[in-house]
């Protein structure tokens, strides 16, 4: 009797361990912010950040521009004023080429990343951000969102407050 106990406790100890999870629960992407600066010329910033997905389902397709597809990185822009920040997105701007005003959203597509074994993602990257060069802010910022293909959101991040002048 002894031993059918033995047997049968090694045996749920081969099935508890030999059994592979599955991954239950979404993995959305998480990014941090690494770096805001202006470029060379101050007509736009370069935002660095890092970003980890865990189930690796970064980008889109270039046919997949509708709908949740769209876009898959948010940017909102913030201006200063008077000591309180004000949500500026879309940004106005003076088109003088035709005599009007524009509207400008900021949010971007990130590209597909090939991955057919879908390992985690990790890496850094970079994006050049329109700012409101039209009526130059004393102090602006950014907030970003990523969102993988699985269209889980990431955490929001939010860059240094920059200062144009």
């Given at each position: 009797m002894k031993s059918v106990v033995k047997i049968a406790i090694i045996f749920a100890l081969?099935?508890?361990l030999g059994c592979k999870k599955d991954k239950s629960d979404p993995v959305p992407?998480?990014?941090?912010?690494?770096?805001?600066?202006?470029?060379?010329?101050?007509?736009?910033?370069?935002v660095k950040f890092e970003f980890f997905d865990g189930d690796g389902?970064?980008?889109?397709k270039q046919n997949e521009n509708s709908?949740?597809?769209?876009?898959?990185?948010?940017?909102?822009?913030?201006?200063?004023?008077?000591?309180?920040w004000k949500l500026k997105s879309p940004v106005i701007t003076w088109n003088s080429s035709e005599n009007k005003y524009d509207t400008t959203q900021l949010h971007l597509r990130v590209p597909f990343i090939e991955n057919e074994t879908n390992e985690s993602l990790r890496g850094e990257t970079e994006v050049n951000l329109f700012y409101n060069t039209f009526n130059i802010p004393d102090t602006f910022k950014y907030e970003i969102v990523l969102r993988d293909r699985a269209l889980h959101s990431s955490n929001k991040i939010?860059?240094?407050?920059?200062?144009?002048?």
């Open positions: 081969f099935l508890i992407p998480v990014i941090n912010f690494l770096q805001a600066n202006f470029s060379a010329d101050k007509t736009y910033v370069v389902d970064l980008g889109l709908g949740d597809y769209e876009f898959n990185l948010f940017v909102d822009y913030y201006e200063k004023e008077n000591g309180i939010t860059t240094s407050d920059l200062l144009p002048k």
